[in-house]
């Protein structure tokens, strides 16, 4: 992968609110003039859909001075057309009625046909590298899909764009697992013949390692859910349980967010964490777009799932990634860029 001393993207989980919240993230980011510089953008589950489409589209942008004319065009277009789709519904029905499919495969083979196409691994872009980050559950640690580890250890049919993005967005129960062939390497050091995929929002809800690793300069989308606050919890064991789990979580997402903004905090990296959950007051940016907390908290909880969503509902999450990537990094990475005129949908604004 690359060297040290490039900038990163990370684009979290978090189902089709994380797809169109980023998508409004890389408008933004576009419009500064900023896709172009980046090197590694690593993604996870709902991050992986856009990821994957721009990763698709990447080779046939038109960048006139480093700003792509056709992103909506090319990329937020085709995740709308996406997000008018139930695919968490019909995808497990599928795969639970037709024999020799299971889940995972429906759902590559429903991305491959609705969205990403025949398109390989192997065709990826070699700038920006693109990471395609999911769980094994075989050893229990991160699993990435790039370009050059696919050209590294191929030795069979070469891995479809949809099946690495699947893999990336298989929700536990319902969409996982997904399995994917291991290479000679990968079994002579202990791992079966087929690695056992998750949703990488297992390990790493906001696909930190592949950047932390290669990346001083950070950017950090992060649309996943924060464990909401309940005045009873359930005593039964099954609903108890999953409080558990959804406590585990947390601390782990917490933990990642909290060393990020720390390693700005010392100086150890340079860039600009933002959240669905974020205020824009807190960036201290005097011209940032109206965002009234109370819609844009609202947007922050819909609900994570791949599931049908009306065209408004669309237009605001993008707008919504798209102001509080711009109060982001006018805070504390391009202080000296013009603020927008509007949202990329003026007619929804967040509410």
């Known amino acids: 992968m690359t060297a040290r001393g490039e900038v990163g993207l990370c684009l979290s989980g978090g189902g089709y609110r994380a797809m169109l919240f980023h998508a409004g993230s890389l408008l933004r980011l576009n419009e500064l003039g ?208 999953y409080r558990v789990l959804g406590t585990i979580d947390n601390q782990v997402r917490t933990l990642r967010r909290l060393s990020l903004v720390k390693s700005y905090v010392d100086g150890k990296l340079a860039g600009a964490y933002w959240s669905c959950h974020s205020e824009l007051d807190d960036y201290g940016v005097e011209d940032a777009l109206p965002a009234p907390v109370e819609h844009s908290s609202a947007l922050a909880v819909t609900p994570t799932r791949l599931h049908r969503m009306k065209p408004v509902l669309q237009e605001r999450l993008i707008n919504w990634g798209y102001a509080v990537t711009d109060a982001a990094m006018r805070a504390h990475v391009v202080p000296e860029a013009k603020a927008p005129s509007d949202f990329p949908y003026p007619g929804a604004a967040l509410g």
């Not at 250890?153 to 699947?166: D, F, H, K, M, Q």
């Not at 001083?216 to 609903?239: F, I, M, N, Q, Y």
């Open 34 to 241: 900023w896709l172009p510089r980046l090197r590694v953008i690593s993604s996870v589950s709902g991050g992986s859909i856009v990821a994957g489409v721009l990763a698709k589209a990447w080779n046939d942008l038109d960048f006139v001075d480093g700003v792509a004319t056709d992103l909506t065009r090319r990329v937020v277009d085709p995740v709308r057309s996406l997000a008018s789709r139930n695919l968490d519904i019909w995808v497990p029905l599928r795969g639970m009625l037709r024999p020799g499919r299971s889940v995972g495969e429906e759902l590559a083979r429903s991305l491959r046909r609705h969205l990403l196409g025949d398109f390989l691994v192997n065709q990826l872009p070699s700038t920006p590298e693109f990471v395609f980050n999911a769980t094994n559950l075989c050893n229990g640690e991160t699993w990435w899909f790039y370009k050059d580890k696919e050209a590294a250890t191929a030795e069979g049919p070469p891995i479809g764009l949809a099946t690495a993005v699947a893999a990336s967005s298989a929700f536990p129960p319902i969409l996982s697992p997904i399995l994917v062939p291991t290479s000679a390497a990968e079994q002579a050091n202990g791992m079966p013949e087929k690695a056992v995929l998750s949703d990488a929002g297992v390990y790493d809800n906001l696909g930190l390692d592949p950047v932390l690793r290669y990346c001083d300069t950070v950017l950090a989308s992060d649309a996943g859910l924060r464990l909401k606050t309940v005045d009873k919890v359930a005593r039964d064991w099954p609903r108890h349980l």
